[in-house]
């Protein structure tokens, strides 16, 4: 754990006062301080009036996206934007500090600091236009993001350039990542914690480009909420609507967005818990919102993203300890990636800001509420001297009501108004992590602060254990449903400000599915029997556990369904009605359930788990459902629900459902079934596709606690969118060399010959960044922290290697030509740290010499390097025998090859496919190049290679290979046009 000293600023006063979270932050100051001028925040920090009610109180700022009358912003934005006529506005403006530490204000260059698409499509709008007022009959836009995703580091030397301002924006200015103060390896999109936030309205359509660049790893992205409407190959679910997007791919993600509070996060292992999520807000007109009349204001900056924290990578905690960091439960909790961390061995306290939400008196304020956990802890959220009104869930309006508490689940989004009308001050805000978070008393503080007012609320901190009075509870755990009560409000008591289809209240549903969940416990002898490898996670107690539902662990197939269901085989699929004949206990298939086309589906979901204080929140892809209902049996000799006793109870009708006219039962994407009980949801299937019905704790879904729904059938699909110490020249007693080894078999007379037909130096270097040039915003370069701190990237022929977006043996003709480059074809703009696809042409059965030299010169440190495909005779080792050089390059080593004073030896030269280069030294290797293909040379160290210290040695031409398997998986890059029509929302 790393203190960090920093502590948060005032927030700049008058309109800056909407902004969140300090703008600056002073090193080593310990009392809050104050710069800038109002005129300097753009709409990234972002203020959306969406009806303003009598005097305007940033009149002489000019809120940005206002409906009523000219903005006096000369930033904002008015009607559809000049994308409009295809010119850009001006560019926005950013704060930075200047040489002597103060604030000043500089225009972004467009050219610089948008994407290359950006750039290249001027049809196409800037995450922080598209962050506006939505107007009636506004021309949609077409919103474009590039999210590039890599490993990266909380409190990096990108932290020594500069320190973030805000939080859940759409725009990242600062590559610094704070965290909770504790230094841990994170994954980002753009660097940024959480990751950008796609705001924009209704009817847009939003496009983003996901580059991975996770070394080793792939990943897709789900957009939570999102319902896939006519693209329902985007929504992120690997094997079920997409391959994975491979390390160095890009995948471009296409979708038109429902109304609501949203977020997107990935979909793949438990990167989700590492930092891959972020906030998303698609907004409509004030007419189209049924609750418009209830908040003045829905700024961007007031999300509130919560998510868990763990202080190590979540894959320690995966399948799990039985000593030392047992469980799963998290050290912490962040609100919008911010917080500070008590260590309770030490009582040490981190300093780094908490999240600040600013407010006006006498103004009403649309706060939106996104639960990000991946852990099973639920999360309360009270503010100090509040009221919420409750307006909306899972992007889904509802009647109001006022509540004191909020508690989530994992999934789920609450929208709630905050009036300001308590005495002008700062207040607390506290999210406590409920559950198995009580254990590690998990809590996180934020500050709800008056304009103009104090920065510190005069109250202590809240504890975990002496908190903020709870008052009235949204979403109570204990599921006493059925009844009215003062103190609390269950979801299901909740009413839908939409209008319902009839057809969900009808009496008997088209579909009806039962759905028990439970653990299977394994005993040890079972679990680790010799080649046996069923997957499992180390609950908290110990117990080694696998999820079921309806009796089957889910089982992803080895392809999307929605795109090659044909190539799977039939015996990979099951269900209930349908379970393979050898299935045991721990039954692992591809659960999925098939549903008409139109049907209405009611779904009672069981909890056979009944651990308590352990709910589960279930999460459909592709809809929002009704809640019916929600409860535990009624039947007091009961102590234990199961599915037999849930179906009796079915048949006597005593499952609670709000079926009657007036009931309006709300909708949503995300319910948590009550521990020992169940949850009755209802939807229309008139949305086809292949939808993951699911837990939504991170750790349960991994261990099988998933299903598919196929609504429809294939026929009802839209059409695939664009598928896809070196001395050995010398006789020595105390040491042999590898080139003083003799081969054993016969070498070839033409690797012995003087002159071979190819000769190849091949120079390798580190190049090292200043953090001003590598933490620059909108670029993110591949680099490595070297032991003494340097930011370094590696070098070959003053290449970095690049990998190419589909394989060139299989694939070649598909590449750019331009991704291509060596030694004596850089590309024309290369920079100091030019990076592409190094790859240099051999003719086939040619005599090759390569000369490694070593220009990195770190003592002890001799790089081994590798080559596939074919051996190579080591011809020779050794470093200059020049004295006066201390310092060996290609200059002089080209020199000394002239000169003959490269040491060769020909006397049996031993194969090697590996070998050591000497610090400050070379090797020598000689290969006959009969082996036709695309073969890797590269240093055998992974940090290395995977910062580029590659290259391709391609043998012979594409004629000189065999053919291509056939059907042998094809990759690359998905990035089809962005053009009209838009995907209709039904």
Known sequence: MVEIKLVASKAISTADDQ??????????TATPFREGSSSAFSSTHGLVQTHPTGSDPFASFGSIGSTSGPSSNPFASSGSGPLSSGVRSNPLPSLTRNANGKLSLKHLDFTSSATAELRRNPALSAPDECARACRENEPPRICYYHFTLELYTVLGAACQVCTPNATNVVWSHCQCVLADGVERGILTANRMLPGPSIQVCENDKVVIDVENHMEGMEVTIH????????????????????????????????????????????????????????????????????????????????????SDWLHEDAAERYPGRLAVNTGQDPENVLINGKGQFRDPNTGFMTNTPLEVFTITPGRRYRFRMINAFASVCPAQVTFEGHNLTVIATDGEPVHPVQVNTIISFSGERYDFVIEANNIPGAYWIQVRGLGECGIKRAQQLGILRYARGPYQ???????????????????PLDARCNITRNDA?????????????????????????????????????????????NRYLVAPGGDHVISLIDEISYMAPPAPLISQYDDINPEQFCNGDNRPANCGQNCMCTHKVDIPLNAVVEVVLVDEVQIANLSHPFHLHGYAYNVIGIGRSPDQNVKKINLKHALDLDRRGLLERHLKQGDLPPAKDTIAVPNNGYVIIRFRANNPGFWLFHCHFLFHIVIGMNLVLQVGTQADLPPILNPLDAICNVKRNDAICVSNLKSARPVDKEILQERPDVKIFLPFRFHFYKPKDLFMENTYRNYLVAPGGDHVLSLVD??????????????????DPDLFCNGDNRPPNCPVDCRCTHMIDVPLNSIVEIVLVDEVQSPNLSHPFHLHGTPYNVIGIGRSPDKNIKKINLKHALDLDRKGLLHRQYNLPPFKDTLAVPNNGYVVLRLKADNPGYWLFHCHFIYHIVIGMNLILHIGSQGDLPPVPPNFPRCGDHLPSITPPYFPIH
């Not at 902004?19 to 080593?28: D, E, I, K, V």
């Not at 979909?267 to 409509?284: A, C, E, F, M, P």
């Not at 003053?798 to 590449?815: D, K, V």
């Open 798 to 815: 003053e290449i970095s290697y690049r990998a190419a977006p589909a394989p060139p043996l299989s694939q070649m003709h598909e590449l």
């Open 223 to 306: 957009w939570h909420g999102i319902w896939q409407r006519g693209s329902q190959y985007y929504d992120g679910v690997p094997f079920v609507t997409q391959c994975p997007i491979q390390q160095g791919n890009t995948f471009r993600y296409q979708w038109q967005g429902n109304a609501g509070t949203h977020f997107w996060h990935a979909h793949t292992g438990l990167q989700k818990l590492d930092g891959l999520y972020g906030s998303i807000v698609v907004r409509q007109p004030p007419s189209k919102d049924p609750n418009s009349h209830l908040y003045d204001y829905d700024l961007t900056t007031h999300v509130m993203l919560l």
């Open 19 to 28: 902004s969140t979270s300090a703008s600056w932050w002073q090193a080593g």
């Open 489 to 533: 409000i269950c979801v299901s008591q909740l009413k839908n400000a939409k209008h319902i289809d009839p057809a969900i209240l009808q009496d008997r549903p088209d579909v009806k599915i039962f759905l028990p969940f439970r653990f299977f416990v394994y005993r040890p002898e079972m679990l680790f029997q010799p080649n046996t490898y």
């Open 457 to 475: 609320p005069s109250s202590q901190p809240p504890t975990y254990d002496v908190g903020i009075p709870q008052g009235v509870v949204m979403n």
